[in-house]
C-alpha cells in the first residue's frame, strides 16, 4: 500500500472512529474493545479475550504525542481477516512524554497478528496522523483470557528505508508532528505484575477470571 493510500485509509478510520460506537454496531469490520463493550459481557469460553497495555511516545516531536484511535487484528489462518478495535480513553499520560492504554481483544481461539496501530496528534491548525505496522504475533487459547504483554512504542526520525510512522502528505502537518519523517520503535515486554492489576482495577469483572500469561512475540 503506497503512501497515499495509507493516509486516505486513515482519514476513512478516523472520521468513523469520531463517529462514536453506535456506528460500528453496523459494520463488522470495527469492534469496541472487549472490556468496553458493555452490550456483550465476557464469555470467555465462547470467545477468549487477550489482554495487553500500549505506551506510546513521540521523543521526535514531544509536543505531539501519539494518541490511538484504532488497533488491527489479524488472523494468521487466513493472513486476510482482519479486525479493527476501537480504542478509547488512555488510562494514564503525561504532557510531551507518553500517552498509555488498556487494550483488550476477543476473538475465536486461534494465532493473530497486531497489524496498525493508527491514531493522530493535534494542536492549532495541525492535525498529524500515524498508521503504523507492529507485526507481534499472538495466540488466544480456548476458554481462557490471556495476558499478551506490554507493546511500548516510540516515535524518532527515520533513517534509511525504515518503515514510516505515517504517510508524508499534508507535508506541514506531517512534518510538524514527525510522523511523515519518523519511524516507531517498538518492544515487547513482561509487566504481568503491574498491568494485570491495573485491568482488574479498571475493569472489576475480570476478578472472576484468572488471567493467564501468554506473551506475544515480535
Known sequence: MNQTARGVRFVIICLISITGSSLFSGCSGFRPMAMENKSSPLQPATRPVGLFTLKTSNKYKPGFQPNVYSIT????????????FTVTKPIRQEKDAFIEYLVSVDLPAGKYTIGEVSGISTAILIRGHFEFFVGASFELLPDKIVYLGHINMVNRKRVGKEPPSGSPFPLVDQGATGYGDGTFDV???????????LFEQTYPELKKYMVTPNLMKK
Request: aromatic share 0%; proline share 4%; no cysteine.
Open 73 to 84: 487484528i489479524i488472523s494468521e489462518q487466513t493472513k486476510k481477516e482482519k479486525t479493527v
Open 187 to 197: 518492544t515487547i515486554s513482561d509487566q504481568s505484575g503491574r498491568d494485570i492489576p
